[in-house]
């Protein structure tokens, strides 16, 4: 069982700054992809983000690209959402996800966090 758990989230003004924070247990966090997903009221949940096992490859939705940097600290079981240049469009509850492999290309995520919310005022 994988436990993840998300912090970071906050109100913050429009053109600022936050860092989310999402901490693994349960299982080799190094050896999984991990994700950043959202969803706004009314929305379907979507994809934010993902990082592969090492950090070496990433992938981003084109909404959030150039705004937003996933990263992860294996040492700490730990991967980061940093998210710059908020808009409103970007409140959303957010959560991480553990992948089932080391790429988050195929496969499905097994494992979610309880998810920690952004909401960014105009």
């Known amino acids: 069982q994988v436990q993840l758990v998300e912090s970071g989230g906050g109100l913050v003004q429009a053109g600022g700054s936050l860092r989310l924070s999402c901490a693994a247990s349960?299982?080799?966090?190094?050896?999984?992809?991990m994700g950043w997903f959202r969803q706004a009221p009314g929305k379907e949940r979507e994809f934010v983000a993902a990082?592969?096992?090492?950090?070496?490859?990433?992938y981003y939705a084109d909404s959030v690209k150039g705004r937003f940097t996933i990263s992860r600290d294996n040492a700490k079981n730990t991967v980061y959402l940093q998210m710059n240049s908020l808009d409103p469009e970007d409140t959303a509850v957010y959560y991480c996800?553990?992948?089932?492999?080391?790429?988050?290309?195929?496969?499905?995520?097994?494992?979610w966090g309880q998810g920690t919310q952004v909401t960014v005022s105009s």
């Open positions: 996800a553990a992948h089932s492999g080391p790429y988050p290309t195929g496969g499905t995520y097994d494992y």
């Open positions: 349960g299982r080799t966090f190094s050896n999984y992809a």
């Open positions: 990082i592969s096992w090492s950090g070496g490859r990433k």
